[in-house]
């Protein structure tokens, strides 16, 4: 258990489908991430929020909608997903957005697009 | 961007047996780290690496910062089966913020 949780753990969804993905974390941070993990490929980092503001996106097409409505909770619409989509999508957080801080990731959410 | 080679990309062993993995980079890191995937799981935070050089231990694992600051290693000493998992690097620069560069990981299987 690492103060990082995910909703829902397994979404299967149409590519014409509407869904999003949750992410809460109950450790003070005032960082979070989102991240892609395909198979075969390194961990893909998709989108930073410091403080609720979003502080990077890793040039990720837009039918990934994120939300960061509070430090505790970070969200990911979907829409119009393609099936290269299919992968295990990762949010962590950190204390602050700081190169020393320790990610602490959540268990993911796997994603099947049909 | 950057990359990080990791290799073995698998390795099969006997329990009892010592691993040894490694991450090189083209690149110079500021800090290193080790994660471990268990199945199903998110990546869980095994030893961070700081200073060229730098070599820690926890518990059976050991990870070494490289001198040149572009290559860690990672050896598990005496596995077990429960040290089954994908095994990660990951290398952060000073002027990337919190971005993590991840290698594409190390499959470990302990025969029993």
């Known amino acids: 258990e690492t103060g990082v949780t995910q909703t829902p753990r397994h979404l299967v969804m149409g590519m014409t489908n509407k869904k999003s993905l949750k992410c809460e974390q109950h450790?003070?941070?005032?960082?979070m991430y989102w991240y892609k993990q395909s198979a075969k490929k390194p961990l893909e980092l998709m989108f930073v929020?410091?403080?609720?503001?979003?502080?990077e996106n890793n040039s990720v097409p837009s039918r990934f909608s994120p939300e960061c409505p509070n430090s505790s909770h970070l969200f990911l619409h979907l829409h119009t997903l393609q099936p290269e989509d299919s992968a295990l999508y990762l949010c962590?957080?950190?204390?602050?957005?700081?190169?020393?801080?320790?990610?602490?990731f959540g268990p993911g959410t796997r994603l099947t697009v049909l | 961007g950057q990359q990080l080679n990791q290799s073995p990309q698998s390795m099969f062993i006997q329990e009892g047996e010592d691993v040894s993995m490694n991450c090189t980079s083209s690149s110079i890191f500021n800090t290193w780290l080790w994660y471990k995937q268990d199945p199903g799981e998110g990546p869980v935070l095994l030893i961070a690496?700081?200073?060229?050089?730098e070599l820690t231990s926890n518990g059976r694992l050991t990870a070494q910062f490289g001198i040149t600051r572009k290559d860690s290693f990672l050896n598990i000493s005496a596995s077990i089966p429960s040290d089954v998992g994908i095994y990660f690097c990951?290398?952060?620069?000073?002027?990337?913020?919190?971005?993590?560069?991840f290698g594409e990981g190390t499959q470990l299987t302990v025969n029993p």
């Open positions: 690496l700081y200073k060229a050089g």
């Open positions: 450790l003070g941070h005032n960082a």
């Open positions: 962590a957080s950190s204390l602050a957005g700081d190169y020393t801080d320790t990610q602490y």
């Open positions: 929020y410091s403080l609720e503001e979003r502080v």
């Open positions: 990951a290398g952060q620069l000073l002027s990337s913020g919190s971005r993590l560069t």
